[in-house]
C-alpha cells in the first residue's frame, strides 16, 4: 500500500535557509555589506540577522559579511556531506530498472525515458531524510540560485517548495515491487537492497578508474544535523 510523504518541515526549512545563506557567503562573489545594502540584500535582510543572532556570521574589516568561526564549521560540515552525497547517491541519478544498469554520464542519454531517479528510495532505505539529500542535489546543482527572484523566495519562504514537491513526487520503495516470471513476488525492498548493493559497487569502480584520491566522508555525515529547536549545537 502506498504511503505519501511527509510534508518538510518548518525546521527544515529553516536549517535550510540558513545552510543556503552560508554556502551564498563563503563562495560566492556577491558580498553583503552589512550597511549598504542592495535591493535584493535588503529582502534578506531578517535572514541575515538570523545568522547574526544564530554568531554564524562576523563582519570583516570592510564592514562585509563573512562567516565566524561557527559558521566555517558548519559551512565545512556542509561541503562534507556534499561531498559524501556525490561519492553516495549521484550514481541513483539515473537506473534502468529493466536492465538493471546505472546510466553513464559521460556517454549515456541522460534524458531518455527508461531512467529512473531511486535517490529519494535509496536515502529512506538507508534512514536518511530525503529532503537533505534533494537538498544536497540541488545545491551541488546551484539549482535554488538559477533564479534572480531566488532572494525574495527566501524571505517568502518559498524557495524550498521545488525541493518539497520534488521529494514527495519521487519513487517509493514500495512502488518498486513487481512479479517475476514464475508468479512470485518481489518485494520494493529487496530491489532497492539489491539496486544499492550494484550501485554501491560501480561508484567505487568509477572513483577507482578516476583515481579519486580525496577522502570520502561515511554517507552517516548526512545524516548529522547540528540545527535543533531553534539553535546550533555541537
Do not use: C
Not at 127 to 141: E, K, N, Q, W
Not at 178 to 185: I, L, M
Not at 212 to 226: A, L, R, Y
Amino acid at each position: 500500500m502506498s504511503t505519501e510523504r511527509k510534508s518538510l518541515t518548518d525546521p527544515q526549512r529553516q536549517e535550510f535557509s540558513i545552510l543556503l545563506l552560508l554556502h551564498h557567503i563563503a563562495s560566492s562573489q556577491d558580498k553583503i555589506h552589512f550597511s549598504f545594502l542592495d535591493q535584493n540584500h535588503k529582502t534578506i535582510e531578517s535572514n541575515l540577522k538570523e545568522l547574526e543572532q544564530q554568531d554564524l556570521v562576523q563582519l570583516d574589516v570592510e564592514q562585509y559579511y563573512q562567516l565566524s568561526e561557527k559558521g566555517q564549521q558548519s559551512y565545512d560540515r556542509l561541503v562534507q556531506q556534499q561531498v559524501s552525497y556525490q561519492a553516495h547517491f549521484e550514481i541513483y541519478a539515473f537506473v534502468d530498472l529493466g536492465a538493471g544498469t546505472f546510466a553513464d554520464p559521460e556517454t549515456d542519454l541522460l534524458e531518455d525515458e527508461r531512467w529512473a531517479d531511486l535517490r529519494v528510495a535509496v536515502a529512506e532505505h538507508k534512514g536518511i531524510d530525503p529532503y537533505r539529500v534533494v537538498f544536497l542535489a540541488m545545491l551541488s546543482d546551484e539549482s535554488f540560485f538559477a533564479s534572480p527572484d531566488w532572494y525574495f523566495d527566501l524571505a517568502m519562504g518559498t524557495l524550498f517548495d521545488e525541493l518539497e514537491s520534488i521529494t514527495r513526487e519521487q519513487i517509493r520503495i514500495d512502488e518498486l515491487g513487481y512479479e517475476d516470471e514464475d508468479g512470485n513476488e518481489v518485494m520494493g525492498e529487496e530491489v532497492i537492497a539489491d539496486v544499492i548493493e550494484q550501485g554501491s559497487q560501480l561508484a567505487q569502480e568509477r572513483r577507482d578508474r578516476q583515481a579519486f584520491n580525496q577522502d570520502v566522508p561515511d554517507e552517516e555525515i548526512i545524516t548529522t544535523t547540528v540545527y535543533q529547536d531553534g539553535g546550533w549545537r555541537w
